[in-house]
């Protein structure tokens, strides 16, 4: 089983409607991220939680916001989508722990289209 | 605050044949250097990372990677490329001391012909 997942995995939607994009993870991590993906963009930031009661916003935050309902899970809503905001989203998780690689983990993406 | 500049958007690459994706960056303080695969409709996983101490890295399929302070590079290689290599490649830095959180370069799409 995957250790981060992702749901849904493809939605279209209308502009002005609201979408909540969930991830939920079986790692353990306290580090939570939301990440959107755009062509030949790279990898842009969000939002991130370091744990349950600290949210903090990424470089790219306004039009989204998030929550965080569980040590693993993290959910990113769209308020009111509009066309600019297709891409494709993906969540993703670390470990700072003394053990911990630095490295991030991800889930599988959601693709997401805004008509 | 970091920054991260892959210098090619794609490579094209016989199977068989070298290959280097160039990564440099830019910050004030220490790093740790990563690389990140995705191939297609998946998530991204790492390939390698650089922490401290040896600065050519081992990764998984083949890949290395040297860590050079002085030219603040992190070029990926591979002496022989397959067909399964063809993917977007995402190089990423973090600093040491303080949040971790990565700053990813637009990536390099590697495709590999026969």
């Known amino acids: 089983d995957a250790d981060v997942t992702q749901t849904p995995r493809n939605r279209i939607t209308k502009t002005g409607k609201r979408i909540m994009l969930e991830c939920s993870q079986t790692k353990g991590h306290d580090r939570m991220y939301w990440y959107r993906q755009d062509p030949g963009l790279g990898l842009r930031l969000i939002y991130y939680?370091?744990?349950?009661?600290?949210?903090n916003k990424g470089e790219i935050s306004d039009g989204y916001s998030v929550s965080r309902q569980a040590q693993a899970k993290f959910s990113l809503s769209l308020e009111s989508a509009i066309p600019n905001q297709t891409a494709l989203y993906f969540c993703?998780?670390?470990?700072?722990?003394?053990?911990?690689?630095?490295?991030?983990?991800f889930g599988p993406g959601t693709r997401l289209t805004v008509l | 605050a970091q920054s991260v500049t892959q210098l090619d958007s794609q490579v094209p690459v016989f199977e068989e044949a070298p290959v280097e994706l160039r990564c440099n960056y830019s910050s004030s303080v220490s790093v740790y250097l990563f690389w990140y695969v995705q191939y297609p409709n998946q998530g991204l996983q790492l390939l390698l990372k650089?922490?401290?101490?040896?600065?050519l890295v081992k990764g998984i399929n083949g890949f290395e990677a040297e860590f050079n302070k002085s030219q603040t590079s992190f070029h990926l290689r591979k002496p022989s490329v397959h067909i399964s290599d063809t993917a977007e490649y995402f190089c990423?830095?973090?600093?040491?001391?303080?949040?971790?959180?990565?700053?990813f370069g637009r990536g390099t799409s590697l495709i590999v012909h026969p």
């Open positions: 993703a998780t670390s470990d700072l722990g003394l053990a911990g690689g630095r490295e991030q983990f």
């Open positions: 650089y922490l401290s101490g040896s600065t």
């Open positions: 990423a830095v973090s600093d040491t001391g303080g949040s971790y959180i990565p700053t």
């Open positions: 939680s370091f744990d349950v009661k600290d949210i």
